[in-house]
């Protein structure tokens, strides 16, 4: 029963997550947008929570049905992740190019319809809500600019523009 619960929260994280923070002009995103862009520090802890997350995920797939040869196909790309510069390495592969970004979508898609390969796709998704949320690399690794913004909106929107970009 608590694995079930787990696993819908986890599913729910996919959707709720681009909907709720995709984009969002809050201070905290801000924050977040600052902290992913200026520091590798940041970035490399985001690998490790993508991972942790990955993890928790497989754990409760294979704990809901133990004889899923799917599971142990989608246990390889995380194991491929569990070094963090990997991790990042794919996530900028992904995030550099929209062609692979789109086929990785259309394949992560096609194995949630596939039997035995619904962890592999979900694993999919995993790695491109990461991508959805890796900073551009307009901003990777660059020093705040010492430009002056009249108003936090502004200084807001171009964060935003240049993260998404």
Not at 133 to 151: D, I, N, V
Request: with cysteine.
């Amino acid at each position: 029963m608590i694995f079930s619960m787990i696993h819908l929260v986890l599913i729910s994280v996919i959707i709720l997550a681009p909907w709720f923070l995709y984009k969002n002009p809050s201070r905290r995103m801000i924050l977040f947008y600052q902290r992913m862009s200026y520091s590798t520090h940041c970035r490399l802890f985001y690998g490790k929570i993508l991972l942790l997350t990955l993890i928790l995920f497989h754990f409760v797939c294979y704990w809901m049905k133990p004889g899923e040869y799917g599971v142990m196909l989608s246990t390889v790309l995380v194991f491929y992740l569990f070094s963090a510069k990997r991790s990042l390495s794919l996530i900028n592969g992904i995030r550099n190019s929209r062609g692979v970004m789109v086929f990785v979508f259309t394949i992560a898609l096609a194995l949630l319809f596939t039997p035995h390969m619904y962890s592999l796709g979900v694993t999919l998704g995993y790695i491109l809500l990461a991508v959805g949320f890796y900073p551009s690399s307009l901003l990777e690794g660059e020093k705040p600019s010492h430009k002056e913004f009249a108003t936090y909106q502004e200084f807001q929107d171009d964060i935003i523009r240049n993260y998404y970009l």
